[in-house]
């Protein structure tokens, strides 16, 4: 820890806010960063943070400061019997020695030379022309039925490759819309997958929405998904980030759960969905939720309850 900072646990910051069941626009709300900056600091982008940054974090996930950071590595021992310098002499008998046969020695030295090049090249080819990081948000609950939206950020350099995502979804459900439009529409319902073509440095997103089966409250869905990319698809980079939903009685633009849609929630939706009209998400339920006095889940019509004065009520079908 060296001039205000601190060397922070990505594996360790993700873990504990999923287990609290946080999102990372939570998280970045309560430190006073972006979204973005949240999913560095986990994708390992910025392995040192301010010192300020980081004890703001583990407050707000009620962890000590230490459960963040890195735990240094101890230095290995040295050999009991390591020599201080190198030696005061030099052998020059075993050197006159080896220059009685130049062609030997030229050779070896070929073959030496030879042999870096072999290794340097293999390493050139094995390191990644471009670093790719594959983030997913979902909600974290959903009604019964409801269509609720998914974000891919995929964030990269320059690459010499075309890229290539593909999600699963869970069983008995089906995409209703995409942004980019999704390469095998129609093809599958549960495998889906998009070609990134003429990938340019910098943040690339992909939203769609989904509509599961009417599941019982608690019943999980998952989503799983990698990037495929190189030479004839040979590298493949797994999305991090959420990848479980739970029906639950909650419209999925609700965070906390609190039967409201609050001004930071409302911001959340603009925030990740600035193209959410073009997608098809049901922004006028939304927008009436926010400005009312919340909602209830009628289990028996299967519908929303939207609260828009104290005392009145209005339906809302849930058909998006």
């Keep these: 820890m060296e001039n205000g900072t601190c060397t922070l646990d990505s594996q360790k910051l993700r873990r504990i806010r999923e287990q609290q069941k946080l999102t990372q626009l939570f998280l970045a709300t309560s430190v006073e960063v972006t979204t973005e900056t949240i999913s560095r600091w986990e994708n390992k982008k910025y392995p040192t943070i301010k010192r300020e940054n980081a004890e703001k974090l583990a407050e707000v996930l009620n962890v000590s400061l230490t459960d963040l950071l890195k735990t240094p590595s101890p230095a290995p021992p040295l050999p009991e019997n390591e ?31 030879l042999l870096f090049f072999v290794l340097a ?8 022309t471009s670093p790719l990081v594959a983030s997913r948000y979902i909600p974290s609950c959903v009604l ?8 891919v950020r995929i964030e990269s350099g320059s690459t010499l490759h075309p890229l ?4 699963q979804l869970p069983d008995h459900s089906e995409l209703i819309a995409s942004l980019p439009a999704c390469m095998n529409a129609g093809h599958s319902t ?42 004839r698809g040979s590298k493949e980079t797994e999305v991090q980030g959420m990848e479980e939903t739970k029906i639950a009685p909650y419209h999925w633009a609700d965070e906390n759960q609190d039967h409201r849609i609050d001004d930071y929630e409302m911001l959340s939706v603009y925030d990740l969905f600035p193209n959410g009209e073009q997608l098809g998400i049901d922004l006028a339920e939304i927008k009436a939720i926010w400005a009312g006095e919340g909602y209830q889940w009628d289990p028996q019509q299967k519908r929303i309850l939207i609260l828009p004065h104290r005392g009145n009520m209005r339906h809302s079908d849930n058909r998006h």
């Design 121 to 128: 090249r293999m390493w050139l080819q094995s390191v990644p």
């Design 190 to 231: 549960h495998q889906l997958k998009w070609m990134l073509t003429n990938q340019s440095t910098g943040t690339r997103s992909i939203t769609y929405l989904v509509q599961p089966a009417l599941h019982d409250m608690g019943h999980s869905l998952e989503i799983t998904g990698n990037l495929v990319t190189g030479p």
């Design 164 to 167: 290539m995502l593909r999600e």
């Design 83 to 113: 020599p201080s310098s190198l030696p005061s002499t030099i052998p020059w008998g075993k050197v006159a020695r080896w220059s009685k046969h130049p062609p030997l020695v030229a050779l070896i030295l070929g073959l030496g030379t």
């Design 144 to 151: 019964p039925g409801q269509i609720f939206p998914v974000l």
